[in-house]
């Protein structure tokens, strides 16, 4: 007769001595790769659980991937530490946990002064099995239509508020870097026919005004010439 598995027992927080770090459901975990040559894995905390002694503790987990890990593979936008939230569950033991690391919203990572080496960034959720991601659009930027990548430098059109990639509009990065001004080609051309219409608004006013003051002129000339005869 099989020996019935003995209850095993949820915690709220347990300390990996290893690394004397202490973790609970909601953190965000760096996990050890089965391969040293590779970068830990990522993962988020769904559970903690111990044996009725409190003892092999396992952790049920939800995994990141990286780009590359994804059936599309790495693309141009994504930033070098981005990660997909999968629906990919599993359970590990603590002991392969090597340290915690924050996972941020995109907006979040945006705005952070300084990027450390345990911060990551998230905008999508990844389907493991059909490669599908939530949301399945973003916003796209600059003359290439790409989406936004943090890692990339870009300046912003003060009319349009769109971005560019400096190579995307014939400019390096140290030219970029010294802008104090920037119009899009499209806004420029824009501002130039609206000086044009202008101008030629005013041309045209002017004309007027001229003719109106040779007519007065000659209609009192006129006047003279009769008053005189």
């Known amino acids: 007769m099989?020996?019935?598995?003995?209850?095993?027992?949820?915690?709220?927080?347990?300390?990996?001595?290893?690394?004397?770090k202490t973790i609970k459901a909601g953190d965000c975990v760096l996990m050890r790769p089965p391969e040293p040559s590779k970068p830990s894995y990522v993962a988020k905390i769904e559970k903690i659980e111990a044996d009725s002694r409190g003892a092999n503790v396992k952790v049920h987990i939800r995994w990141y991937y990286r780009p590359e890990e994804s059936i599309g593979g790495r693309r141009q936008f994504h930033g070098s530490?981005?990660?997909?939230?999968?629906?990919?569950?599993?359970?590990?033991s603590a002991d392969t946990i090597e340290?915690?690391?924050?996972?941020?919203?995109?907006k979040s990572y945006t705005k952070l002064d300084a990027v450390g080496n345990e911060d990551y960034f998230c905008?999508?959720?990844?389907s493991s099995t059909t490669g599908a991601f939530n949301p399945d659009r973003v916003a796209v930027y600059c003359k290439c239509e790409m989406p936004y990548n943090p890692d990339d430098l870009m300046v912003q059109c003060e009319s349009?508020?769109?971005?560019f990639h400096p190579a995307c509009i014939e400019m390096t990065a140290e030219e970029a870097k010294k802008l104090d001004h920037f119009f899009c080609e499209s806004c420029s051309s824009e501002d130039q026919k609206l000086q044009s219409s202008?101008?030629?608004?005013?041309?045209a006013e002017t004309k007027v005004f001229l003719l109106v003051w040779v007519i007065e002129w000659a209609v009192f000339l006129l006047e003279e010439v009769i008053l005189l005869d």
Do not use: M
Not at 81 to 92: G, I
Not at 99 to 106: A, D, E, L, M, N
């Open 2 to 20: 099989a020996k019935p598995k003995a209850p095993r027992q949820t915690l709220d927080s347990y300390t990996v001595k290893r690394i004397n």
């Open 81 to 92: 530490k981005e990660l997909f939230l999968s629906d990919h569950y599993d359970v590990q």
């Open 99 to 106: 340290g915690k690391c924050t996972v941020h919203s995109f």
């Open 123 to 126: 905008r999508f959720d990844y």
């Open 160 to 163: 349009c508020t769109d971005w």
């Open 198 to 203: 202008q101008s030629t608004s005013k041309f």
